[in-house]
């Protein structure tokens, strides 16, 4: 396998408010790489998107990262470590788009509404490179038929609320590759469209990864997404990584009670008709009143008084770098 592009190593993102401190991102570390998609899972929440905001360092006060390392390996091979650069520095103005690109939850209100999307695009594209306002309008144009939008010469001048929901989308996967990214996060891509729709943009993206080889971090909360999107996996639960490893492990093998409740709670069409979902007993702690010891505890079957109440798991290998942090787990398991 190639070396990653990415290398996340005990990221800590924590929001000092006036009620106490929220440890939104706990010690966070995996390792993306080209052409490869990595799937971070989890409940609302759990540490998800303030993970994708930390690699691009946009979290908003009052957040700041108070530990780890971010080491991107850029376009000329220099491996540099984003939590040292200025937030508003230069050098991170120019990653930040430039070879990270960022498609938002809502494109609604990601994109703005008193300018055509023309506008925006050119914007993105002239900020990268050095091209004449014409030559980046053709290159928009160029852009927005790459990601499928009927009509790019058309559309281009309308404005967002002139679009459908998957339309306006698909300008935001335009918008995130206008300076040709190596490396793209997409942050719940498909929320709040029809199930058509979806399955289009997650094609797209596939699409786009496989001719550009691209590597992409999908952050979702649905685990149907994930199987069907994702080489590699992340499981949090409160800010902190549960499991970790290749698809294939996670949905066949699961270690960890918290993976083992998302599975079992999937629908499934091979169900007795009218058969009650499986739940998740409970619901998230508040982030200023974590448990003590695991923080899944008062919400896990196998919990052990005295032990998981108490003291925090260290993560366990298993083969294959499939990784998980539970006291069920003292050593690697057959």
Do not use: W
């Amino acid at each position: 396998m190639a070396e990653p592009i990415l290398q996340v190593r005990g990221l800590s993102t924590y929001f000092f408010a006036d009620e106490g401190v929220v440890r939104a991102v706990d010690g966070a570390s995996f390792d993306l790489y080209p052409g490869r998609t990595l799937g971070i899972v989890g409940e609302s929440g759990c540490g998800k998107s303030v993970t994708a905001r930390s690699i691009l360092r946009i979290v908003e006060r009052p957040g700041r990262i108070v530990g780890g390392e971010i080491l991107l390996r850029r376009h000329s091979g220099q491996v540099v470590d984003l939590v040292t650069l200025p937030s508003d520095g230069s050098a991170m103005r120019q990653i930040r788009g430039g070879e990270i690109g960022l498609v938002f939850q809502e494109p609604m209100s990601s994109l703005s509404a008193f300018h055509t999307v023309g506008v925006q695009l050119i914007e993105a594209i002239r900020l990268h490179s050095p091209l004449s306002k014409k030559a980046a309008r053709a290159r928009a144009i160029e852009l927005l038929a790459l990601v499928g939008i009927p009509r790019p010469a058309h559309r281009i001048d309308a404005y967002s609320f002139e679009l459908s929901g998957g339309l306006r989308q698909r300008v935001m996967v335009a918008l995130a590759l206008a300076a040709e990214p190596h490396v793209l996060i997409a942050d719940e891509p498909t929320t709040a469209l029809d199930v058509t729709t979806q399955a289009q943009i997650l094609e797209l993206i596939a699409r786009l990864q496989r001719e550009r080889d691209l590597a992409v971090i999908l952050i979702t909360h649905d685990m149907g997404v994930i199987a069907e999107m994702a080489d590699d996996v992340v499981v949090m639960y409160l800010g902190r990584e549960v499991e970790k490893g290749p698809v294939d492990a996670i949905f066949h093998a699961p270690r960890h009670p918290y993976t083992q409740s998302l599975l079992r709670s999937i629908p499934s069409v091979l169900a007795e008709p009218r058969a009650r979902l499986a739940t998740i007993s409970g619901s998230i702690p508040h982030p200023l009143a974590r448990p003590a010891g695991c923080p899944f505890h008062p919400r896990c079957p196998d919990a052990m008084p005295g032990r998981c109440d108490a003291d925090v798991p260290v993560e366990v290998s298993f083969a294959d770098n499939h990784v998980t942090a539970c006291h069920l787990y003292t050593e690697p398991v057959a």
